[in-house]
């Protein structure tokens, strides 16, 4: 969720220079997925835009695919509110699937809900492989709550809030309402759990599903920044793949206290044991860093 305001980026003016001619020869260096946030799209100057040149111009030569679900702009954009999510993911599947610069492999970097749609293709599509996921703000447990919205966008976010209150769960707005498709109310357990359709689903919530667990073990590393003075993501524990516990909406739980990982349901306990989950976390509001961080805290993993 939430359009990335990645203001602090513009600092440098480094950034607005244009890129060179790409070189996709791809040599040596993974070719990089990124998917934006709600509110945000693809070619955003202002948010996927910087990030992409800069990645160009840090690791020469890396190819970028800076995801775009629909044929515009504008649809992009509309998409990440109205559009059903696994129908976006399995959209997302085949472009990867037909590119054939990615067939050794990518990296993939989702910002805050394409934090979550990224990890279900790795979970539901492992051909290309995804190496390395790095989930920059993403609700892995989903939301109880839209506190604040980006501000172009304000006035979709209260139709969404109403939309939700009234049933979050019910199929129309499961079916069209993205936000609804990783809505996880903790007082309402059992309706999550049967009717989510997309996050109970890729948190095997309903059944383990053993493709899910065998594919997302074929990252190498999975990289989760939570931006510690979020005033988006409710909770924020979510972006570390915490949550509310259950039946009440009060205290919060980490990954590593919660049944997902203690029955192991998704394989993070096992991932955790082999050193590839990476908990990164930040001052700052949803989205905000600097260059200088995001060079010295992600580039790294990227090489
Ligand atoms: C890849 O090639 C580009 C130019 O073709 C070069 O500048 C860059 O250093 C190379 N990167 C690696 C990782 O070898
Ligand atoms: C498990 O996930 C795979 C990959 O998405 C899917 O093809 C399969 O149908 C799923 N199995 C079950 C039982 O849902
Ligand atoms: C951000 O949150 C952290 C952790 O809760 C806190 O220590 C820090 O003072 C906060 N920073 C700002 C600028 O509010």
Redesign the pocket.
């Known amino acids: 969720m939430a359009a990335a305001l990645l203001c602090f980026l513009l600092a440098g003016p480094v950034l607005l220079a244009a890129a060179g001619p790409l070189d996709y020869s791809n040599n040596g260096t993974l070719p990089l997925v990124i998917w934006h946030g709600m509110g945000d799209s693809c070619c955003n100057p202002l948010s996927m835009g910087v990030i992409k040149k800069m990645v160009e111009k840090e690791i020469p030569g890396i190819y970028v695919i800076s995801l775009m679900i629909g044929k515009s702009i504008v649809e992009d954009t509309e998409n990440g509110f109205f559009m059903d999510v696994n129908k976006q993911v399995s959209m997302v599947c085949s472009q990867l699937a037909q590119d054939p610069k990615l067939k050794g492999g990518y990296n993939a970097m989702g910002f805050s809900q394409g934090a979550q749609f990224l990890r279900a293709v790795a979970q539901r599509c492992p051909s290309p492989t995804m190496k390395t996921l790095i989930s920059v703000g993403g609700q892995h447990q989903g939301v109880y709550g839209l506190p604040r919205c980006p501000g172009e966008s304000s006035h979709i976010c209260d139709i969404i809030r109403k939309a939700l209150n009234d049933g979050a769960y019910t199929d129309i707005v499961q079916k069209h309402l993205v936000q609804a498709q990783y809505w996880h109310d903790p007082l309402n357990d059992d309706l999550y759990k049967k009717h989510s359709l997309f996050l109970a689903d890729i948190n095997q919530e309903r059944a383990v599903n053993e493709t899910y667990k065998k594919n997302l073990q074929l990252l190498d590393k999975f990289v989760l920044v939570k931006f510690?003075?979020d005033t988006v993501v409710d909770p924020v524990d979510s972006e570390w793949f915490g949550f509310l516990k259950t039946g009440q909406a009060k205290e919060t739980e980490t990954l590593q206290e919660s049944v997902l990982y203690k029955e192991d349901r998704l394989g993070l306990a096992a991932m955790d044991k082999a050193g590839k989950l990476v908990f990164l976390a930040t001052?700052?509001d949803h989205l905000q860093f600097t260059q200088e961080w995001f060079k010295k805290n992600l580039l790294p993993f990227l090489h």
């Open positions: 510690l003075n001052e700052g």
